[in-house]
T-cell receptor
Framework: DQQVKQNSPSLSVQEGRISILNCDYTNSMFDYFLWYKKYPAEGPTFLIS?????DKNEDGRFTVFLNKSAKHLSLHIVPSQPGDSAVYFCAASARRGETSGSRLTFGEGTQLTVNP | EAGVTQFPSHSVIEKGQTVTLRCDPISGHDNLYWYRRVMGKEIKFLLHFVKESKQDESGMPNNRFLAERTGGTYSTLKVQPAELEDSGVYFCASSHLTSGRYTGELFFGEGSRLTVL
């Protein structure tokens, strides 16, 4: 039972255009969402996150949108750059009021290719 | 500050053999996690240590997997005996214990690729 789904295994965009990566989840207990970027032979690195009490969080070229009623989030990258080419993972956690940390549930990832 | 380090980077073993993976978290990080990615699928949670205690080991596939974190510093993940389906990339991640604002961010190592033949 996959609770976080990224239905697009790959996405190709032109440099300078917008990249939109999508993610759906099924567990209504999830209350914190993160995006990670992964280059080949490296570990995932944190990109941006959003709490369920918000619907948008922006950090430079990266914006994450959360639609709780649809259980859907998306990552927008504007403008896209060739260095953004990587696998992007959506992840979610159910904090349940914990401060000690809690497990992340990941999607399968989307390979983004930004063409010069 | 050194990041999360994992050893070995790649291990190739025969079915039935034993392999031990090691993770050194970022200094001072009490949370330590093990994850696994198989065949380009999702990154799956295995277990979570807080210091030396297992907080959540619900993701461990079966009793062929044993994780330890003696002294609350580095951790090892032993697979014994290894099976073909154990092949994949094993990631370790760490984070601070948080007080107040929850960040959720985990810092990942580069992973240990395990190939079971």
């Amino acid at each position: 039972d996959q609770q976080v789904k990224q239905n697009s295994p790959s996405l190709s965009v032109q440099e300078g255009r917008i990249s939109i990566l999508n993610c759906d989840y099924t567990n209504s207990m999830f209350d914190y969402f993160l995006w990670y970027k992964k280059y080949p032979a490296e570990g995932p690195t944190f990109l941006i996150s959003i709490s369920s009490i918000k619907d948008k969080n922006e950090d430079g070229r990266f914006t994450v949108f959360l639609n709780k009623s649809a259980k859907h989030l998306s990552l927008h990258i504007v403008p896209s750059q060739p260095g953004d080419s990587a696998v992007y993972f959506c992840a979610a956690s159910a904090r349940r009021g914990e401060t000690s940390g809690s497990r992340l549930t990941f999607g399968e990832g989307t390979q983004l290719t930004v063409n010069p | 500050e050194a990041g999360v380090t994992q050893f070995p980077s790649h291990s190739v073993i025969e079915k039935g053999q034993t392999v031990t993976l090691r993770c050194d978290p970022i200094s001072g990080h009490d949370n330590l996690y093990w994850y696994r990615r198989v065949m380009g699928k999702e990154i799956k949670f295995l277990l979570h240590f807080v210091k030396e205690s297992k907080q959540d080991e619900s993701g461990m596939p079966n009793n062929r997997f044993l994780a330890e974190r003696t002294g609350g510093t580095y951790s090892t993940l032993k697979v014994q005996p290894a099976e073909l389906e154990d092949s994949g990339v094993y990631f370790c991640a760490s984070s601070h214990l948080t007080s107040g604002r929850y960040t959720g961010e985990l810092f990942f190592g580069e992973g240990s690729r395990l190939t079971v033949l």
